[in-house]
């Protein structure tokens, strides 16, 4: 019977094997009318923790899964319907946006969705200008669409379009100078200069700092830019008033003149000092009229000035289980990160470092101004691997699209509320986001309470509006809705879970724990959801209490595998050493990354190379074939020492080669003969003209082409020193104070009465 429904079970101890060996689809959301689940929003977007809303709360209680939506708003996408027109549709009553789940009464008149107000349809909406005639108002976009994108009339402005603002804040400190980044950061960005988003009137700026603040003069006729060192940092003023921040493309000379200078101007200096926080409020001052973008290279703990730190953690303790300081040491880049989000500004921070920085105060400056925040531990720019992350990284970041002066707003249908916010921005007020910035790499997670009965409602519906400048200086307004069908038994509610959405959500909701209450706290609340989860799943089959297994309904047979992997990911786990700011970074990824790339970090996918000739095939969008190998489980026992292994973790991959690896597979990949020939020092495989190496090339940009740019393939030997970044991913192992998975379902097992 329960299969005929689709709700299968699982044993999960008789189960070893619980990974799909194909792509994880999302679960579909049903309508039940096809017209309306083909208009839908992608579970790219937008994507709930269930498929189906429990008509009330105590039935959410009852199922014990968390309710919440995760959504990727400003994503890049290939098919996006922009339109314009004089009016733009919305529910005079809670101003939500027509959208294809509104009732249409008659020709005239709407029913919105989300507070069932009757409104009126204007004329030029009823109006069809390709057949001249008057009527069906479903021939729409508003209403063809879910994902819909509008050039929004004055109404929408409180200031003219602000133009396109980049400010570089540059740590020019000995720690700085030593990593060698200055090069690397200088090189790319000049090189991509012309391709930064913006029109004619962009802006642009550059400050360096060490113990001192260096401004920079580009004023019209100079035949070298002009440096200006402040030495008073308690006090911060800026030198002169203009030609700090210039027009792009009327300086562009200089500033290229500037980037050619910088990494040599500071190569002798041994001032150990670095003044992030007057470096800060010296960009406050200089784009404050505007608002803008401030992205910040910062390479040693701030130690001087307003907002100076001092080391806090404990090397000896990394891994202890009771982890301290993982809350900031002051508020100062808080405060100053809400000044800057008042005016447009958001900072993005590039850490560079090689000893503690402090990332649990400095992140803050980021964190509540929807920035950015991006790591590279230990780097040094004589490794390749080191510097061509940060290079290909730090392309992205300059040439990625950006919106400008943002504002996100959710709605949902009247019964619903939204109590909880995940990600990077300022709240405003009880549902509007404060975005200085939007770029379309940030995902944002939202916690939902059922404060009304629903069980009048057949379906409710989420609406996101982001409204934002765009670098052309147009006013525009995405807006994303997403329908969900309500139910009212329980099994229906438990089978129609999202398990990866749920981890998505679990993850953010564990970062808030172990800073709010302790780590320790935070462990224990995943392991009380698998317990939760399991319980009710068997309360809701009525099964005999003493019958044996660890059942788990078909769609959250991998929660208990995600759980255990979360419990030994960089920002949960206890027993192994961690870095404070590599811990702290990781729960930052857990705040603002988008799913699909979160799920990557926390259960890499894992492809056997080695007989690629063998697997199936699929086009490309070139229409190539490209081999699709099944992914394996993350353990030892997936791995054979002939085989060779490609790990993909999001934002990076590693190609694994076994130690007995056929020489015929080192001379086509690598143009080797001997094993120990293979280079620890490449991040690229090379191409070669033969079948084997082009197909393993094929699939690594198959891959590539899912992600926001193509990451850096590390390639790791059975004796390379940095094995380890391969093995300690084995997620479902046994290794020193973490239970391997096998050992954490019995563990549940013995929970789950
Ligand atoms: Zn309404």
């Not at 009852?62 to 529910?91: A, Y």
């Not at 249908?413 to 300022?426: V, Y």
């Amino acid at each position: 019977f329960n299969k005929l429904w689709g709700h299968e079970n699982v044993d999960l101890l008789q189960t070893p094997n619980i990974l799909p060996q194909t792509k994880i689809e999302p679960p579909k959301v049903s309508l039940g009318q096809d017209f309306l689940d083909a208009a839908n929003c992608s579970p790219d977007i937008f994507r709930c923790t269930i498929t189906k809303i429990p008509e009330s709360n105590s039935l959410l209680q009852k199922s014990r899964l968390p309710f919440g939506i995760l959504i990727h708003p400003f994503k890049d996408l290939e098919h996006l319907p922009v339109i314009q027109c004089s009016t733009i549709v919305r529910c005079r009553a809670c101003r939500t946006y027509i959208n294809p789940f509104v009732f249409f009464v008659d020709a005239k008149r709407w029913k919105c969705n989300l507070c069932y107000r009757l409104n009126e349809l204007p004329e030029e909406f009823q109006y069809d200008p390709v057949s001249k005639t008057y009527g069906d108002p479903s021939r729409r976009p508003e209403i063809k669409s879910s994902t819909i994108e509008y050039i929004a009339p004055s109404e929408y402005m409180l200031r003219p379009p602000q133009p396109a603002v980049y400010l570089f804040l540059i740590d020019v400190s000995k720690a700085a100078v030593d990593s060698g980044y200055l090069q690397t950061l200088c090189t790319v960005l000049a090189s991509n200069l012309s391709s930064l988003p913006g029109d004619a009137r962009t802006q642009i700026g550059v400050l360096a700092y060490n113990s001192a603040l260096h401004f920079y003069s580009l004023a019209d006729g100079l035949n070298q830019p002009h440096e200006m060192t402040v030495l008073d940092i308690d006090d911060v003023f800026l030198p002169c008033p203009d030609n700090l921040l210039v027009n792009l493309s009327e300086r562009k000379e200089l500033i290229l003149d500037l980037l050619t200078q910088l990494p040599n101007r500071f190569k002798n200096s041994y001032d150990s000092h670095s003044a992030l926080g007057a470096a800060l409020q010296a960009a406050h001052k200089l784009i404050g009229p505007t608002g803008g973008r401030v992205t910040v290279f910062q390479a040693a703990l701030p130690n001087k000035g307003p907002g100076a730190l001092s080391p806090r953690e404990d090397p000896n303790k990394r891994s202890a289980a009771d982890v301290q300081h993982l809350n900031p040491a002051n508020d100062f880049y808080k405060r100053l990160a809400l000044e800057c989000s008042g005016q447009q500004i958001a900072v993005d921070l590039f850490i560079i470092n090689s000893q503690y920085i402090d990332l649990a105060t400095i992140s803050g400056i980021s964190r509540f101004s929807g920035g950015s925040i991006y790591h590279f531990p230990l780097f040094n720019v004589s490794r390749l691997v080191d510097n061509e992350k940060f290079e290909r990284c730090l392309k992205r970041y300059l040439t990625r699209k950006i919106g400008f002066e943002a504002v996100m707003r959710i709605r949902c249908t009247r019964g619903l509320t939204i109590h909880t916010f995940h990600g990077n921005f300022f709240v405003r007020s009880t549902d509007l986001l404060s975005l200085p910035n939007v770029n379309p790499d940030a995902g944002f997670g939202m916690q939902i309470a059922i404060e009304e009965s629903l069980s009048e409602l057949q379906t409710v519906c989420f609406q996101a509006a982001l409204l934002y400048t765009s670098s052309k200086g147009e006013r525009r307004i995405r807006v994303h809705t997403l329908c969900i069908p309500v139910a009212s038994t329980l099994t229906d509610i438990i089978n129609s879970a999202d398990q990866q959405c749920i981890v998505g959500l679990l993850s953010k909701m564990a970062v808030d724990r172990s800073l709010q209450s302790s780590l320790s706290d935070a462990r224990e609340a995943f392991l009380n959801v698998a317990i939760d989860v399991l319980a009710s799943y068997r309360l809701s089959l009525n099964v005999d209490n003493n019958s044996s297994g660890l059942l788990a309904p078909n769609c959250l047979k991998l929660l208990p595998l995600y759980i255990s992997a979360l419990l030994k990911h960089p920002a949960f786990r206890t027993g192994t050493a961690t870095r404070l700011d590599d811990r702290i970074k990781a729960m930052c990824d857990m705040k603002s990354l988008p799913l699909y790339l979160l799920i990557q970090q926390i259960y890499p996918d894992l492809y056997p190379v080695h007989n690629l000739e063998e697997q199936e095939v699929t086009k490309n969008q070139e229409g190539e074939e490209v081999p699709q190998p099944l992914r394996l489980q993350l353990s030892a026992r997936s791995l054979d020492s002939k085989g060779a292994y490609l790990m993909d973790q999001g934002d990076s991959m590693i190609l694994y080669i076994g130690p007995s690896i056929s020489i015929d597979f080192l001379a086509s990949i690598f143009g080797v003969s001997d094993y120990n020939a293979i280079s620890d020092e490449i991040c690229e495989l090379p191409l070669w003209d033969n079948p084997r190496s082009q197909r393993l090339n094929m699939f690594i940009n198959y891959l590539n082409d899912e992600k926001p740019f193509p990451v850096v393939l590390q390639v790791i030997k059975d004796n390379s020193p940095n094995r380890h970044l391969f093995i300690e991913r084995l997620l479902e192992d046994r290794v020193e104070n973490a239970l391997s998975y096998h050992e954490f379902l019995q563990h549940l097992k013995t929970q789950v009465k």
